[in-house]
């Protein structure tokens, strides 16, 4: 079965960190381009950050120097790693994976950052 599940949302003070998780099964995980997206309640979904199936790695200004994303291609998982939290963080993180004309998404973790 083809599917990402997200894990690592949650409850975290302004300025804390929280680590997710995206784990994947039934496909070729390596060959994937993989990204992490968010949605606020009312707003659009954004790229937050990427890392293509080649390594490369891009981030939304809004989390540059404060969020990595990495990827283990031997555990079928990318993470993202996000220091230095703010309220404006707040919002459904979703994974998403993308191979030629095939995407995949994940259901989605909270994450909400009190202030």
């Known amino acids: 079965q083809v599917q990402l599940v997200e894990s690592g949302g949650g409850v975290v003070q302004a300025g804390g960190s929280l680590r997710l998780s995206c784990a994947a099964s039934?496909?070729?995980?390596?060959?994937?381009?993989m990204g992490w997206y968010r949605q606020a309640p009312g707003k659009q979904r954004d790229l937050v950050a990427a890392?293509?199936?080649?390594?490369?790695?891009t981030y939304a200004d809004s989390v540059n120097g404060r969020f990595t994303i990495s990827r283990d291609n031997a555990k079928n998982t990318v993470y993202l790693q996000m220091n230095s939290l703010k309220p404006e963080d707040t919002a459904v993180y979703s994974c998403n994976g993308r191979f030629s004309t095939l995407a995949i998404w994940g259901q989605g973790t909270q994450v909400t950052v009190s202030s």
């Open positions: 890392i293509t199936s080649a390594g490369t790695i």
């Open positions: 039934g496909i070729i995980f390596s060959r994937y381009h």
